[in-house]
């Protein structure tokens, strides 16, 4: 629920900064799903065929929400039940073309991205749509988790079959589902005719075309300031823009800060970055790669983003300094200049 008050907010705080008063031209709307609000503006596309259109798309994403949801007794749910006999079964293939996707971005993240880990997720609390209050997990039970190492690479995958060597692999495609969705989304509009559109989830989007004479335009979050913008972006044609926050899901217990962003490593949540905002064509990839660049940190975000071919990143270190590719700092316009703001390649 505080998710979604804090999505309204920014779609409400990016319509005030860019003027989005609907025009004649422009069509908005705004859907529930995926736990998020899931915002979709089209450009020169006639109401009754965006109306219908838009019917689709919520179809679509009711499909995709029950279907690869960890825990509930969907095409996800079943798999994950499955896994542990470490036999080989049948899936559905709308769980199985994800689970693909992912196992090869966890590969390329050096599995600091491993959606394999959902028991991890789950005994944190931040598997349920209701945020946890704490107390954080015993020590013990997340040493024992850790130590039986679930990785997508003890998956196996051949047409429809799927089984994993190691019974503690759980799937939970948290991190790349919002990608994922938007993808497959943005595909149901380019069948449909549509050209000009944007599908934005509280702040992780895809555009494709353009906002009649100008290109898309969106913010970027201040992880300081929740209501705030950092700096704003134009988004080309076909193009994902991607951020993984602590302030997206979190609770303080005693004091503490704890997020929803689990270092696989460690068990506990990733230590060292605020935020992390990227670029890429596609939006899965884009999707796994800020939450494997957040996992990464200040000191290895460039190496990762390397590996899984993110040349524009700008990272929010836990101190305030902002690291920024070459390629990012010429498409960012920031509302106030950093003062601690470092160039760093990724090569
Ligand atoms: P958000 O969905 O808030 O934009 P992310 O894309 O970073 O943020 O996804 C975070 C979600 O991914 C968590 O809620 C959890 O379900 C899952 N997750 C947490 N840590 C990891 C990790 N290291 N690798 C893969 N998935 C993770
Ligand atoms: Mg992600």
Not at 255 to 283: C, E, F, K, W
């Amino acid at each position: 629920m505080q998710k979604l008050m804090k999505t309204a907010l920014l779609l409400l705080l990016s319509g005030l900064l860019f003027g989005c008063q609907p025009t004649a031209k422009e069509y908005h709307t705004t859907l529930l799903s995926f736990g998020t609000l899931i915002d979709i503006t089209f450009w020169g596309v006639e109401k009754d065929k965006a109306d219908s259109v838009i019917k689709k798309v919520e179809k679509d994403l009711q499909y995709m929400h029950y279907a690869w949801h960890a825990w509930q007794p969907g095409p996800m749910g079943r798999i994950n039940t499955l896994l542990e006999t470490t036999a080989s079964f049948s899936a559905n293939p709308s769980v199985l073309a994800p689970i693909i996707k992912a196992r090869e971005l966890a590969i390329s993240s050096d599995h600091l991205f491993n959606p394999a880990i959902s028991k991890l997720i789950k005994l944190w609390g931040f598997h349920s749509d209701e945020l946890p209050k704490g107390p954080p997990p015993a020590a013990t039970k997340i040493k024992k988790l850790l130590a039986q190492n679930p990785r997508m690479d003890d998956i196996t995958i051949k047409n429809v079959s799927i089984k994993s060597r190691n019974p503690h692999v759980k799937l939970d495609l948290g991190g790349v589902a919002k990608g994922y969705g938007i993808e497959q989304i943005i595909n149901l509009l380019i069948n449909h005719g549509i050209r000009n559109a944007i599908v934005n989830a509280g702040g992780d989007l895809k555009a494709i075309g353009r906002h009649g004479q100008r290109p898309w335009r969106v913010g970027v979050r201040d992880p300081d300031n929740k209501q705030g913008v950092l700096a704003t972006l134009e988004v080309k044609e076909g193009e994902s823009v991607f951020t993984s926050g602590d302030y997206e899901r979190f609770y303080q217990f005693e004091g503490q800060r704890y997020h929803h962003i689990i270092d696989p490593r460690t068990g506990y949540p990733a230590q060292g970055t605020r935020s992390v905002t990227l670029l890429h064509a596609n939006a899965t990839t884009a999707d796994a790669a800020a939450t494997a660049l957040f996992v990464a940190g200040p000191k290895d975000w460039q190496r990762i983003a390397k590996q899984m071919g993110i040349t524009a990143v700008m990272l929010v270190d836990d101190k305030g300094n902002i690291y920024i590719t070459p390629e990012m700092k010429t498409r960012v316009s920031f509302i106030t200049p950093p003062d601690k703001l470092h160039v760093a390649i990724v090569d």
